[in-house]
């Protein structure tokens, strides 16, 4: 891994007339790269090409950036002396917020944890010294330290250690399979553990947690994916905002599946955190009153049909919860160094879980959801088993030149074949399976490039 003599001698020739800062560059070189603009075709949690326009992890990002951005300015503002001590730097939550989906495979986390089964499975098989499965947030920093290019002699986006540790949401590598909350989340592969190390150098080798910027990304994150699908899908008439609003059983209901729910998790869900909701049902309640008690919220009383009024008091109750989730927040010094903290009381916290739980409880969890899944999992794996098979076998007229340039370089087939796989838009993935499996009989023109 580079040294950070190295990263200056090789920043030198850019940085002649360059009078953006270092990690104004990052953000630039994340924001440019041919991996965040694939983001445009992988679901958030609905299709986007299914009804009204729901997120892609494109516009997610985007606008998980824009709110790291502007709470990292906010502390800075508000706390001036705890972000200098913390190094909260806006650039790099900026950096690290458009990079933190770059590794979603096609199909969102269904997808995600089919492939960590499939190269458990075929590294154990074939016996090799990387067996640590696949995971999104690891798939991420692997594509800005090795995968992306921008030039011919130089692989990875060759980004700060500021920006790379704000990406590390879960800084470990994979721990064994009795640690499940390393076991199911983790930041680098062992493939990639020089990398890690370099960017981690400044730290205790036991120290686990997040840098502070890191922290920042990930409250920006349950704060967008929050807010906005929660926008996304009242206006696609699936969730009932305005039942919710005058209706106290609607939202027991609610309140009730979130509880039950958090209590039969998987050690995986645990880990992933996707229902780290409070399990105080009072204080559940309470945070949906505050919620529907806002004005303008409150005055989302009818389903959504589309009228100029309703698009300006959902545009202006984004606002409002977005403006709120952003400011109060707060650093907080601790044992020798300060930590970002997030919500600064846990009632806004329990707020943004009960809006994460809406969508669990009235989208995530649909069965028509469900059952599309099923469909979309059959395309992840008989794409893998392909071309996983193909590069086995030395079929090598079926592979793309990019995975054949991985094997040459002597990446394991099975790493080799999951960065292919992540590596697709959804389009691109039905296409490949459809022309694999015969169902598609389009002309080579069709064949997407990879």
């Known amino acids: 891994m580079l040294d950070d003599e190295d990263l200056v001698l090789q920043r030198k020739t850019d940085e002649t007339k360059d009078r953006r800062g270092k990690t104004q560059r990052d953000r630039d070189r994340v924001l440019y790269s041919s991996a965040f603009a694939r983001l445009s075709g992988v679901t958030q949690v609905a299709p986007a090409d299914e009804g009204p326009p729901y997120h892609t992890r494109l516009t997610h990002s985007l606008k998980v950036a824009q709110i790291a951005r502007?709470?990292?300015?906010?502390?800075?503002?508000?706390?001036?002396?705890?972000?200098?001590?913390?190094?909260?730097?806006?650039?790099?939550?900026?950096a690290a917020a458009l990079a933190h989906d770059l590794g979603h495979p096609p199909f969102g986390h269904a997808a995600e944890h089919r492939l960590d089964?499939?190269?458990?499975?075929?590294?154990?098989?074939?016996?090799?010294d990387e067996d640590d499965g696949f995971e999104g947030n690891a798939q991420s920093f692997r594509i800005v330290v090795r995968l992306a290019k921008r030039r011919y002699d130089q692989n990875g986006l060759n980004l700060t250690r500021s920006t790379l540790d704000a990406i590390l949401k879960y800084p470990w590598l994979r721990g064994p399979s009795s640690q499940p909350e390393r076991y199911h989340k983790f930041g680098a592969y062992t493939s990639d553990k020089e990398q890690f190390q370099w960017t981690r150098m400044d730290r205790d080798p036991d120290d686990a947690s997040k840098s502070p910027n890191a922290q920042i990304m990930d409250w920006a994150d349950d704060v967008a994916y929050a807010v906005h699908d929660v926008e996304d899908f009242f206006r696609a008439g699936l969730i009932p905002l305005d039942r919710l609003i005058i209706s106290n059983s609607e939202r027991e209901r609610v309140v009730s599946w979130?509880?039950?729910?958090?209590?039969?998790?998987?050690?995986?869900?645990r880990a992933a955190g996707h229902f780290a909701w409070t399990e105080d049902r009072d204080?559940?309640?309470?945070?949906?009153?505050?919620?529907?008690?806002?004005?303008?919220?409150?005055?989302?009383?009818?389903?959504?049909?589309?009228?100029?009024?309703?698009?300006?008091?959902?545009?202006?109750?984004?606002?409002?919860?977005?403006?709120?989730?952003v400011t109060d927040v707060r650093l907080l010094s601790e044992n020798g160094g300060v930590r970002f903290a997030g919500a600064s009381t846990k009632e806004l916290?329990?707020?943004?879980?009960?809006?994460?739980?809406?969508?669990?409880?009235?989208?995530?969890?649909?069965?028509?959801?469900?059952?599309?899944?099923?469909?979309?999992?059959?395309?992840?794996?008989?794409?893998?088993?392909?071309?996983?098979?193909?590069?086995?076998?030395?079929?090598?007229?079926?592979?793309?030149?990019?995975?054949?340039?991985?094997?040459?370089?002597?990446?394991?087939?099975?790493?080799?074949?999951?960065?292919?796989?992540?590596?697709?838009?959804?389009?691109?993935?039905?296409?490949?399976?459809?022309?694999?499996?015969?169902?598609?009989?389009?002309?080579?023109?069709?064949?997407?490039?990879?």
């Open 117 to 128: 089964e499939l190269v458990s499975e075929a590294s154990s098989t074939a016996s090799t």
């Open 70 to 94: 502007r709470i990292a300015e906010h502390v800075i503002e508000e706390q001036n002396e705890e972000a200098m001590l913390a190094k909260i730097d806006p650039d790099s939550c900026e």
């Open 258 to 269: 979130m509880l039950q729910r958090a209590q039969d998790l998987s050690s995986a869900e």
């Open 283 to 325: 204080a559940a309640l309470r945070a949906a009153q505050r919620l529907f008690d806002d004005w303008p919220v409150r005055q989302l009383t009818e389903p959504y049909v589309g009228l100029s009024s309703q698009r300006a008091t959902l545009r202006e109750a984004t606002a409002l919860l977005i403006r709120r989730y």
């Open 349 to 450: 916290r329990h707020e943004v879980d009960f809006l994460r739980g809406l969508v669990w409880y009235y989208v995530i969890e649909r069965p028509e959801l469900r059952l599309q899944q099923e469909g979309q999992l059959r395309i992840v794996s008989e794409l893998f088993e392909k071309y996983y098979q193909a590069a086995e076998e030395g079929n090598w007229a079926l592979l793309p030149v990019s995975m054949k340039e991985a094997l040459e370089d002597g990446i394991p087939r099975a790493r080799a074949t999951a960065d292919l796989v992540a590596s697709l838009t959804e389009r691109q993935a039905v296409v490949l399976w459809g022309k694999m499996s015969g169902v598609d009989q389009r002309s080579l023109r069709d064949y997407p490039v990879l």
